[in-house]
């Protein structure tokens, strides 16, 4: 599968997976990646908001769906990742397509007007819940929030992780059952890598 997903993608990012790797800096890998693409492509996505952006990974792959004039507006606190980020992307023709702003995602997102196609979450854990309930207002009807590793290893499904007091893993699993118990959504998860929650606003 993942010789299959490598056949169209830019050389790119055989780079950003060796400098992940050589930083233990935590990425969705190619298949994620293929899925995330597949799923704005399906729905017509032009604008994408990301909360954590890290150095642009996956804002490459939702600025392939986006097309030319679609926007994918990237958050990521350090200011190396914009640089890192606007390096990487240059190369493949599609920073023109990312807005990178470097703060706080909510505060971001709070600053920035509209709905949006897809509300991608890959930021703090222990801020999930807050990002969806924030999120979910501003999704255009028809439209997905998508978020990354809400299996976390498979510590959702262990009893003993349910404590409030377990943090980020406490707050992935108030996260997910939030998402699962709003009516205004559709909502599956995708075990594909660490688990990708996609939600569907009806």
Not at 32 to 47: H, N, P, S
Not at 74 to 87: G, H, P
Request: charged content about 25%.
């Amino acid at each position: 599968m993942r010789d299959l997903a490598k056949r169209t993608d830019h050389p790119v990012l055989a780079e950003m997976e060796a400098f992940a790797q050589a930083h233990q800096f935590p990425i969705v890998n190619r298949l994620a990646g293929v899925f995330l693409e597949t799923q704005a492509k399906m729905i017509g996505a032009k604008r994408v908001f990301e909360f954590g952006s890290g150095y642009g990974y996956s804002a490459y792959w939702f600025a392939r769906a986006v097309g030319e004039g679609g926007c994918v507006v990237c958050c990521d606190s350090d200011a190396r990742n914009l640089e890192r980020a606007q390096r990487y992307l240059s190369q493949t023709d599609l920073w023109e397509r990312v807005q990178f702003n470097v703060g706080m995602a909510q505060a971001v997102f709070a600053q920035t007007d509209g709905l949006f196609d897809i509300c991608y979450n890959d930021a703090d854990k222990g801020d999930y819940p807050q990002i969806w309930l924030m999120a979910k207002q501003r999704i255009r009807p028809g439209g997905l929030y998508i978020a990354d590793n809400v299996l976390w290893q498979g510590r959702v499904t262990m009893p003993a992780y349910h404590d409030p007091a377990m943090g980020s893993t406490a707050a992935i699993i108030e996260h997910n059952r939030l998402i699962f118990d709003d009516p205004e959504f559709d909502t599956f998860i995708n075990p594909t890598r660490d688990g990708l929650v996609v939600a569907r606003r009806k």
